[in-house]
């Protein structure tokens, strides 16, 4: 009998993969992406210090987009870009979250490249 995967832990272990081999620092933190079916999160971390640097979600006000969506996804990388700058943070290490590099990280990668920070 053929068992159904589940989508989440294969996210998930993913996900941690991906962790054991990046790590945020002082000189470059990680941009970590979480999307859920209704929203997108996210948030620069300085893992060493355990502290979240810059954050942004598609349920601020300063975004107009209230989706999970390709558009919302540019708006946000562009925020997050910004709100970066303001703090001096040039570089990051990216943290795709366990999710496949195509359509709304995708698009929230570049139109981060795109506002200023370079990873």
């Known amino acids: 009998m053929v068992k159904k995967t589940d989508r989440k832990f294969e996210r998930t272990r993913r996900h941690l ?66 709100k970066a700058a303001e703090k001096n943070i040039t570089t990051v290490v990216f943290d795709r979250g366990g999710y496949v590099y195509h359509g709304v990280v995708k698009e929230l990668a570049e139109a981060a490249r795109e506002g200023g920070l370079k990873f």
């Open 17 to 82: 993969r991906v962790r054991r081999k990046i790590s945020g620092t002082q000189d470059r933190p990680r941009l970590c992406v979480y999307r859920s079916n209704t929203n997108l999160y996210v948030q620069i971390i300085d893992d060493v210090a355990g502290n979240t640097l810059v954050q942004a979600s598609t349920l601020d006000k300063n975004v107009k987009t209230k989706h999970a969506n390709k558009e919302a996804a540019k708006e946000l990388g562009l925020l997050i870009a910004k």
